[in-house]
């Protein structure tokens, strides 16, 4: 006897509305009891079936039918004219003379054969018992089938069951996400039953989300990737981004600084985020030329998020979903072209035992420091050798003084090098110090002095419970952090709460608080010692720190006879010490971020299925940057001596500048509003029509400002700076410089209006097609509506083949095929785009004219419009051999249009010299394609010990087919970069 597939047409068994108890809604069974409540029904129909009035009555009541098809499928012709009048009477006409029998239990009725003979009757047993899972929590909703029968029975809110039965017959125990159970019955001793969760996860119970809703993955044709908080445990990292490298086929994430995860800054500068910077992430491949906006949209609880996700604590993640192309991420429209990350933080949930969960955890990490042996960095004896070449071939010269700058300082082994050259020193001398400076291992100096063990804890804490009316979840975390640069360190402390009301047992109040802060020291030196900058030389492999006999060296970043001279002459030190830089440093930021949400769910009375949604967000940031070089640094040295100018005359110094520490400060406040208003519905009709569908309009605003202020002369005892400053100044050279005295101010308001629309159509749980569109506006898009406005779209269709009737029943290893096919287009903004002209004031008269003048910064650019990206998606996921083994499939191609590329023009038009006389224009075409491959296999499983395995393959290109940009000397030297781009490369090479 097998299960009919199909409620529409002929099979053996099937339970009306089975499908509900297989998928875990068994809320109705939980306040039922053994006696049913009397229910009256009107049923007037001519000529029906028993499976017809069975239907009518179902919809009138809360009763559910359990029969065998082919024996109730000849009872026919029945003619009911009932008004008002109990069910039970109802049932006696249909089933009068047909040999069978109802029994209403549970709120189920049960249709059997009449009553056995006596024989039969004598072996009749009253079997019950209790249903736990493993940890002897109770199972509610179990269903117990008596196998080879139709008959069947189901466990109450305490697990609890009764079944008749004869003595021999087995009872068949089941539930989504538990093994199936069998049981031979001899007596009526009670029984006590453990289930085992399944192995397989399947199709029904994997929920995805798009931010604006949730559906089960059978219904989606689109390319998700789910990661959920089992998963995430598995990687004990601070910041979720570390967490997530490798786990999801075509999501790259690429950790630059392993030993940092929430230290590095995250001052955001018109729309970019620093945190790209230290962890590079994209969903397949960049679908931009601008870094800034190549990144995915973030959406944490349903809300677009300006925040990044150090600000999160991984422990409060409930899921994470990746929207991939085109069907997956239209929802979201013109931000969804370098695809969506949605997040979702974790609820309260009903547990087994009553009260409420606490939970706590802590993590503690370290690593050593790095290790020089495993860099590509050369010896002493190699950086000699290599030295040695570009002197003889005269590239490395020494350095000559002008009357308007000093030269910059050459290495040791280059001066003995030239010393020798020049005859100043015989060779025999000149190798023997270099002999001296190649036996060094100078590298040990750093990381002994300027690095350090990784080290990083964290501690969380939760509370989380849930009744009828209430949910709630409550976390605090802290995080400390030292990375492997002497230094730098942090700590992090995140709050988060959500809790649900119900009200009136009608609507769902949500409201969610997130909340952190997080403290920064910014004061290591690190590897970046071994990196030159702007002509200064790095740290060589032979230079060392602490000389033999345990003191400081100092280090010239100037000719070493002007610096010399300077220092005679009455100059402050000038020299470089690294360790004593170390010690001066005084760099801190301080990052705080609130989070507040609220929503409102109503079904609307009257139309089964129909809710409003009403939801708001409100978002802020805000940092403080503090950086101090006090008198002592060498920043602050080198500013006084270049600002001191030499009287040959008199013998005096003439200062330009305050002697003290310089003080910089930056304050930044960023702010997000969003408003959303929705109708979701979800009905399913003649038990296989199912349409899930939303419709909504949104409303965003965000304000980002900052300013900064430079405090001269400060002094970091008394808190004072000097109060008058000469500015303009002259300096060193005799010419006239300027200082960085005003408080710059930028503040930034751009606005969002969204309308956008969902739909899902499933038939009979084999075949869905789904579409979607949204519709922009953006107020910085303001000069042409139809540049302004545009609207984003997707279809897409999946055809579930493992669950056809030729597949089951001919195919027994195959436990999952899904066909998936879609089309669509996403769109992108780059927020640092403006229709119209931006224009600054000099600070000073013009040269020729001395009348005040201005500058073109941006010239117009009235047909700015969006980016836009068509994604063409084929998939195929399957499960094979009890779903052991498991994966998916998919191939992509993307066509991105519009794309803002720079180009160079001519200097003479007098616009965009703050850009090197580039434009940026809607003016680049790209195309790309990959393919995307997961594998999950259960390696090892014996009772509680489970290996499994999981294999990620992705392959991406992404080729510039049109760029205005052309091949230049600055080309060259740049190695192009964001958006500089040429036609015919991969964008990758840039």
Known sequence: MKKNRNKSLLGDLWLIKNRLMRRMTIVLLLFSSFTAVAQNVTVKMKNSSFIQIAKEIQKQTDLTFLYNDAKVGNITGLNPDFTNTDVKTVLEYCLKNSGLTFLIMDNTVVVSPVKPTNQQQGNKLTVTGKITDQQGQPLPGVNVIIKGTTLGFVSDVEGKFTAICSRGDSLLFSMVGFEMQTVAIHNDTPLNIKMKEATEALDEVVVVSTGYTHLPKERATGSFGVVTAKELEKRPSPNVLNRLEGVVPGVYVDIKNSDMTFLYGSNRTDGQLEEQNNISMNIRGKSSFTDAMARPLLVVDGFPTDLEMKNLNPNDVESITFLKDAAAASIWGARAANGVIVIETKKGKKSGKPGTAVSFGMNIMTSAAPRFNSLPVMNSAEMIDYEREMVDKGYITRPVNSPYSAGYAISDAAKILLDAKEGQISQADADALLDELASRKAYRDVKKYLLQPAFSQQYNLSFSGASDQTSYFLSASYANEQSSTKGEQGDRFTLTSNLNFKLLNWATLRTGVRASLINIKNNGLGLSAMQPSLGILPLMPYNQLVDDNGNRVDYYRYNEEFVNEKEGQGYKNWRYNYLDELDNMDNTRKEQAVSLTMGLNIPIPGVKGLALDGSLMYERTNSKTRILENGDTYASRDRYNYATRYDANTGTLTH???????????????????????????????????????????????????????????????????????????????????????????????????????????????????????????????????????????????????????????????????????????????????????????????????????????????????????????????????????????????????????????????????????????????????????????????????????????????????????????????????????????????
């Open 656 to 990: 330009g500048l305050p002697d003290g520490g310089l003080l910089n400060l930056i304050n930044s406040d960023a702010r997000n509003y969003s408003l959303r208003g929705q109708l979701n519905y979800d009905n399913t009709f003649d038990e296989i029509h199912q349409i899930s569908a939303l419709a909504g309009i949104e409303l965003r605003e965000t304000r980002t400002w900052q300013n900064s202020a430079w405090y001269y002369g400060y002094n970091d005892q008394t808190l004072l700076a000097a109060s008058q400053i000469q500015n303009p100044y002259t300096n060193i050279w005799g010419w006239t410089s300027y200082l960085n005295t005003g408080s710059p101010e930028t503040d930034y308001q751009r606005r969002f209006l969204s309308y956008y629309g969902n739909v899902s159509y499933t038939l009979m749980s084999k075949y869905v097609l789904t579409g979607s569109v949204r519709y922009d506006d953006y107020n910085n898009f303001g000069v042409d509506r139809k540049y302004r406005a545009t609207p984003m779209w997707s279809t897409g269709l999946s055809w579930h083949i493992g669950r056809e009737d030729f597949i089951q029943d001919n195919v027994g290893w195959l436990n999952q095929l899904t066909f998936r096919a879609t089309y669509g287009y996403n769109g992108n903004i780059d927020q640092n785009q403006y229709p119209f002209t931006q224009i600054s004031l000099s600070t000073s008269n013009d040269a020729f004219t001395q009348l005040p003048s201005s500058s073109i910064n941006f010239a117009a650019n009235p047909s700015v419009r969006w980016e836009k990206t068509g994604v063409l998606n084929f998939g195929l996921d399957f499960a094979v051999l009890n779903r052991r083994l498991s994966g998916s499939i998919e191939l992509y191609r993307k066509y991105s249009r519009d794309l803002f590329a720079d180009y160079t023009i001519n200097p003479i038009f007098g616009a965009n010299a703050s850009s090197s006389y580039t434009l940026s224009r809607n003016a680049a075409k790209v195309n790309g394609k990959g393919i995307d491959l997961a594998l999950n296999g259960v390696i090892v499983q014996k009772g509680d010990f489970r290996y499994d395995a999981k294999l990620t393959y992705s392959y991406n290109t992404n080729e510039v087919i049109s760029s205005p940009y052309e091949m230049s000397p600055y080309f060259y030297s740049s190695g192009g970069g964001s958006g500089r781009m040429l036609e015919g490369y991969n964008m990758n090479n840039f």
